[in-house]
């Protein structure tokens, strides 16, 4: 079992930057090819992806709308896996979720990622 743990939500304002973290822990299976992916949800409607980071490369992709504000970095000391976020618009307003599964599945559908954090929540408003 792994356990996963967003921090770094909050109110921020337009333009701001936050930077959110994932915490892994618990069981991890070290001879698998994992990977931590994060998405977005708002109220009615599915969540969104927008981008994916490999433990073992650091490697990373994105969703093509959010290359040029969103990166997401890995510190493999702390398995902590971050996104940051630059200039914030109303519209990332969500509930921020890191997941984690085992490669090889399709990495911008939710449903392959076999773990997931509680969700943290960013609300950009002035």
């Known amino acids: 079992q792994v356990h996963l743990i967003e921090s770094g939500g909050g109110l921020v304002q337009p333009g701001g930057s936050l930077r959110l973290s994932c915490a892994a822990s618990?069981?991890?299976?070290?001879?698998?090819?994992?990977?931590t992916g994060w998405f977005r949800q708002t109220p009615g409607k599915e969540r969104e992806f927008i981008g994916m980071?490999?433990?073992?490369?650091?490697?990373?992709y994105y969703e093509e709308s959010k290359k040029d504000r969103f990166a997401i970095s890995r510190d493999n000391a702390q398995n902590i896996v971050y996104l940051q976020i630059n200039a914030l618009k109303p519209e990332d307003t969500a509930v921020y979720y890191c997941?984690?599964?085992?490669?090889?599945?399709?990495?911008?559908?939710?449903?392959?990622?076999?773990?997931w954090g509680q969700g943290t929540q960013v609300t950009v408003s002035s």
């Open positions: 997941a984690a599964g085992r490669a090889p599945f399709t990495i911008h559908q939710a449903a392959g990622y076999e773990y």
């Open positions: 980071i490999k433990w073992s490369t650091h490697g990373t």
């Open positions: 618990g069981h991890i299976d070290i001879n698998h090819d994992w990977l």
